[in-house]
Nanobody, 121 residues
């Protein structure tokens, strides 16, 4: 019923920047929370940042001061601006969202397919 599609990943040098986008589509009534997770090879998936419908944000300690999460409500899109990228930021980044659909009052979580971010010289 709901699909999340990430874009904006790629290869960047240390200290560079990337902007990830995640567009939600489908039978959406309301989006309560959108966020970004990442998973590096051999590591657990970790929460990077979240933003609520009231625009409150949270960040993992490892990205505070470097990453900024934002959203465009009219486009059901969340962004992750990543600055001063480091090699340890290399991972597949996944969009996640808590959504109420038009067919139910319940709230469900949906995942995107992921976009690769590689930080290397």
């Amino acid at each position: 019923q709901v699909q999340l599609v990430e874009s904006g990943g790629g290869l960047v040098q240390p200290g560079g920047s990337l902007r990830l986008s995640c567009a939600a589509s489908g039978n959406i009534f309301s989006i309560y929370v959108m966020g970004w997770y990442r998973q590096a090879p051999g590591k657990q998936r970790e929460l990077v940042a979240t933003i609520t419908s009231r625009n409150s944000t949270s960040y993992a300690d490892s990205v505070k001061g470097r990453f900024t999460i934002s959203k465009a409500n009219a486009k059901n899109t969340v962004y992750l601006q990543m600055n001063d990228l480091k090699p340890e930021d290399t991972a597949v980044y996944y969009c996640n969202s808590e959504v109420r659909t038009t067919t139910s009052t319940a709230v469900f979580r949906y995942w995107g397919q992921g976009t690769q971010v590689t930080v290397s010289s």
